[in-house]
Nanobody
Framework: VQLQASGGGLVRAGDSLRLSCVAS????????MGWFRQAPGKEREFVSA???????????QYTDSVKGRFTISRDVAKNTVYLQMNSLKPEDTAVYYC?????????????????WGQGTQVTVSS
């Protein structure tokens, strides 16, 4: 599975961005798709993930620092997962990575994901 992330950029605090991640296939390998981020000098951290359970049933999970500001969604037909980021803060500055895994539950550790896309830089100025 190849993942292609896009949508990063330089914005001001309070602005919004929408990240997109397109998967090369729709299969069990992309049961769970998620976003991680890594700031300079820090470990890669979980941001959000979504699991499609068929039909219109989705499960989502967010790290506490983005709850209420970020929304993850998935367009199964387009093999794409989105991360809508509102009310951005300088501390959201990082390289954002898309990830996917065939597991049947959402994981919050980078080691739980098999497939990774290239990162997209998000920079939020104060």
């Amino acid at each position: 599975v190849q993942l292609q992330a896009s949508g990063g950029g330089l914005v001001r605090a309070g602005d919004s961005l929408r990240l997109s991640c397109v998967a090369s296939e729709r299969s069990v390998n992309t049961n769970v798709m998620g976003w991680f981020r890594q700031a300079p000098g820090k470990e890669r951290e979980f941001v959000s993930a979504i699991k499609w359970s068929g039909g219109s049933v989705y499960y989502t999970q967010y790290t506490d620092s983005v709850k209420g500001r970020f929304t993850i969604s998935r367009d199964v037909a387009k093999n794409t997962v989105y991360l809508q980021m509102n009310s951005l803060k300088p501390e959201d500055t990082a390289v954002y990575y898309c990830a996917a895994d065939p597991k049947l539950r959402i994981g919050v550790h980078a080691g739980e994901y098999t497939y990774w896309g290239q990162g997209t830089q998000v920079t939020v100025s104060s």
